[in-house]
């Protein structure tokens, strides 16, 4: 287990900067009045690749040294890692191998690959995923970028609470959704160190709960093939995320999938921005939530935007 | 005719600040590589109301004396302008009244009435709608403020591209959709006096191309009965805009409806904002006339958010 330092953020951010945007930080009269709460949405939606995600990316690929850079990056994901880590790989001209279950969205796959990333299809199980990236690490040398347990990756999704916390000149408390706690771990890091008074939630669709029963054990559990629109979410805690999210998490709070859907449309509807359904989970828990929030100035990280326009859940 | 000068759009700025939104400005590397051009987009979509009108709203409802302010403002229209003057009228405290067809969306009077806005309904005709508002006016003694040909309407639309030259050190060309030509003539007025070298273009759909044939006419031509999806563009150009139009505007280019909506889910897809299809006619003519923008630095106004979720025009 390494669990990277306020430093390492620093150090992330400093070396990031020209690769990821400073995303804006948006607000809404109208979700301010539904909530009780002062909202303030971080539109990580709003990097190139549409996702939070580019920022861990991007930091480990520009964190290699040219000896390792010159073999590239490898990684196993269906989701947003992926296209992130092609795309951080893409602006430093180094090869970016990634697995991905030959069931994998077509969009998802194009994605990467018009970041030139290298698709090698797996079958959908574990194992399978396992045996494929082994056979492809081998092979390229390429080094290993977890999508969240990595402290590289952990310090680079810090970045993002540091800039929140500029933006809005603090917050009584910062709202993420929790999937494999990337994000969260990575608001931990910052936000207890910079603003510890400040409460630290994350957001969890009840359909796959892993964190929220972990959190309350005490001790990391993993759901069983866990399934919810809101697949951004669907991979469990690691140790170094553990660490974070037991140590410094306030809360975990549960939507349900109607309240996951009905948060993203009145996001749509209000702030105008595209987001996921994982990205919606911290508005529905809010709202389910409201004497928790109720006249705190409240960070919402909005975590990405990639979704099928032709698949809306509320149509 | 009263033409609205420099003088009246700063005024117009330091009077509404407090009230309106300094909108982001959003690139996206995927749209520059599309286009060859670089495009800067100006986000109106995420003012509080969902569009740019409510700068000019602002402009006249906090423009006016006290006396006037006591019997509000009145207005006739079924889109934008409505919620925008209504947002505008609750901020100060006065009464708005607004003239709408009983065939207007039902989601754009819940809008208006959610502003406090009071609505009077009419036939949908020119006919009923001009003795109905009469007949309002005389009654509340509400002041007028129409939708695009005011002059404070005008100035105040003109404020949007002030912040977008600031925002980006200066462009090579403007581009903004076309109906009754507020936006445009407001653009005009700013674009024409602070960057003279500067190219200002207007996007209208090919389905309501009345300010192209107008344009290329050198007088005003009214279309009979214009229907496309792009919904904000249906009205002619009045004298006051037609001023605008007819002496700073370097060229009016066209889209089809599907031009449209392909550049309406282009954006929604690699930008992550929610626009309307009126806001999705400037990138369409961009696609569609390459050779004028390659290589320039544009700036693109997104003008309104406000979209029904549930009929998406590609699904």
Redesign the interface.
């Known amino acids: 287990m390494t669990i990277p330092t306020l430093t390492d953020m620093r150090s992330a951010h400093d070396l990031i900067r020209p690769y990821v945007r400073r995303t ?1 930080v ?1 607000v ?3 979700l301010n009045e539904l909530t009780g709460a002062e909202l303030f949405f971080k539109c990580e ?2 990097q ?1 690749p ?1 996702a939070f995600k580019v920022r861990g990316a991007a930091n480990a690929v520009f964190g290699l040294d040219e000896a390792q850079a010159a073999k590239g990056v490898a990684t196993h994901s269906s989701g947003n890692h992926a296209s992130c880590l092609s795309y951080a790989a893409m602006l430093r001209g180094i090869p970016c191998n990634v697995v991905m279950p030959r069931t994998a969205p077509q969009a998802k796959k194009d994605t990467v690959r018009r970041y030139g990333g290298v698709i090698t299809e797996c079958e959908p199980s574990t194992s399978s995923r396992e045996e494929t990236f082994a056979k492809v690490q081998a092979e390229t040398g390429g080094d290993f970028v977890h999508p969240y347990n990595d402290p590289r990756v952990i310090a680079g999704q810090a970045t993002c609470s540091a800039e929140l916390l500029e933006q809005t000149d603090g917050v009584d408390a910062v709202i993420a959704p929790i999937g494999g706690g990337g994000m969260v771990s990575g608001t931990c890091l910052t936000v207890s160190n910079l603003a510890p008074e400040t409460a630290i939630y994350a957001a969890e669709p009840e359909q796959a709960d892993d964190a929220y029963r972990s959190f309350k054990a005490g001790h990391i559990i993993a759901d069983d093939a866990p399934k919810t629109i809101a697949d951004g979410l669907l991979v469990p805690l690691k140790e170094n995320t553990w660490h974070f999210v037991s140590n410094h998490v306030t809360d975990i709070f549960t939507a349900s999938e109607q309240e996951i859907i009905d948060a993203m ?1 009145l996001t ?2 209000h702030l ?4 996921e359904p994982s990205s919606a989970v911290p508005l529905a828990t809010i709202l389910k939530n409201p004497d928790v929030f109720k006249g705190k100035r409240v960070g919402v990280i909005i975590t990405g ?1 990639n979704v099928d ?2 698949k ?1 859940p ?2």
Request: aromatic residues 18%; glycine residues 10%.
């Open positions: 804006p948006r809404s009269s109208y939606n709003f190139e549409g449309k749509w509807k105008r921005v595209v987001m935007g326009l032709d809306l509320w149509i």
